[in-house]
């Protein structure tokens, strides 16, 4: 076997929906030291955008869009990775010394971990390097409340980063870095203004070990080892990639023609204000009448963040699409009250 120090290490990207992965990741990628990085990123549901968004998209950034949170996950990181391993051999891709896995926002991340960490053939190429965790400073105690995912992706962690203190309540964030002080003794924390952060700092030291880490993080583990066992012995189930579970699923919203910015804003900031708490996440690529770019939104729960126009369409599809991640929310309500609202600003204009 290749000696352990020359095995390429794997950084684990995660967080709850909404949290500012891909923030973090585009920053994290100016820096020198991931110059030679590549980068795999999974997305939740039938159309895949994050990867749009991360700035150092090439050839070395690969998007997985099964969005299958448990054995398929599994299947296609793994077989991601060797894709992109072979290829490096063959010199059809730049070299790279490290590989950096960005998470879905609903990823348990036990399978990714276990994956990486006792694969047979991956584990003679890599090795699990840090596991990076943000966390949402406005929403996050709320998350950890509702959601047990978000609460696996703080215990696993080495890295904990805050995001968006620069909008949170410091009462709020202060009880926040105390819950995951309880959580998760031993992960640094570390707080990302306006979505920056000390890069070297985060990355700093493979120091992921699972044989440091609590209890409950082993029992995971061990769980997805005898799930993987069981898969092995007798695997024949399928899964809806757009539905987490039976409450929380996902679905694509895409129109023709250009959309009316203002309008779009109003209906948008109204449907937050009043299911906000059933609105995960909402994000898409728009096109705006009268811009000749897309422009994407990004929204999670009562909190919109400011719009980014991009400098040219990343395809030839010129539609817009807008991807919601929803808890107990019908598609049908959503469509029949954007439809609505667009059938009253045109009556309007």
């Not at 967080?15 to 920053?27: A, E, M, Q, V």
């Not at 044989?211 to 993080?217: C, D, I, L, Q, Y």
Request: proline letters at 3%; glycine letters at 6%.
């Amino acid at each position: 076997m290749v000696a352990y120090a020359r095995l390429t290490p794997v950084i684990v990207v995660t967080g709850f929906l909404g949290s500012g992965k891909t923030t973090l990741l585009n920053h994290m990628l100016r820096h020198p030291s991931l110059s030679d990085a590549a980068v795999l990123v999974n997305e939740f549901g039938a159309v895949g955008l994050d990867h749009f968004l991360v700035e150092a998209m090439d050839e070395n950034t690969v998007l997985l869009e099964s969005g299958c949170l448990c054995c398929t996950i599994r299947g296609d990181l793994k077989d991601a990775i060797i894709d992109l391993n072979s290829r490096r051999a063959r010199g059809e891709i730049p070299p790279y010394r490290r590989l950096i896995v960005e998470t879905t926002g609903l990823a348990d991340p036990a399978p990714i971990l276990f994956t990486l960490s006792a694969d047979t053939v991956l584990k003679h190429h890599y090795r699990l390097g840090s596991v990076i965790t943000t966390v949402d400073g406005v929403n996050g105690l709320r998350q950890l409340d509702r959601h047990p995912e978000s609460v696996k992706q703080a215990t696993v962690a080495d890295r904990i980063v805050l995001t968006k203190s620069d909008i949170a309540d410091d009462d709020n964030l202060a009880r926040l870095r105390g819950r995951l002080a309880r959580i998760n003794r031993s992960a640094e924390m570390l707080t990302a203004v306006n979505g920056k952060v000390d890069v070297p700092r985060v990355l700093r030291a493979d120091v992921y070990d699972a044989r440091t880490k609590g209890a409950e993080v082993r029992r995971w583990l061990a769980d997805e080892a005898k799930k993987d066992a069981a898969e092995d012995r007798a695997h024949g189930h399928a899964h809806d990639v757009s539905r987490h579970d039976e409450h929380i699923h996902s679905f694509t919203l895409s129109f023709d023609g250009a959309l009316d910015w203002t309008a779009f804003g109003i209906w948008l900031t109204m449907l937050l204000h009043t299911h906000g708490e059933k609105v995960l996440r909402v994000k898409g690529i728009l096109n705006v009448a009268g811009a000749d770019a897309p422009v994407v939104i990004n929204g999670v729960q009562h909190v919109v963040h400011p719009p980014i126009h991009l400098a040219a369409w990343p395809g030839e599809d010129r539609r817009s699409h807008i991807v919601f991640i929803v808890d107990d929310l019908a598609q049908e309500d959503i469509e029949r009250s954007l439809a609505a609202f667009s059938s009253i600003a045109a009556e309007a204009a």
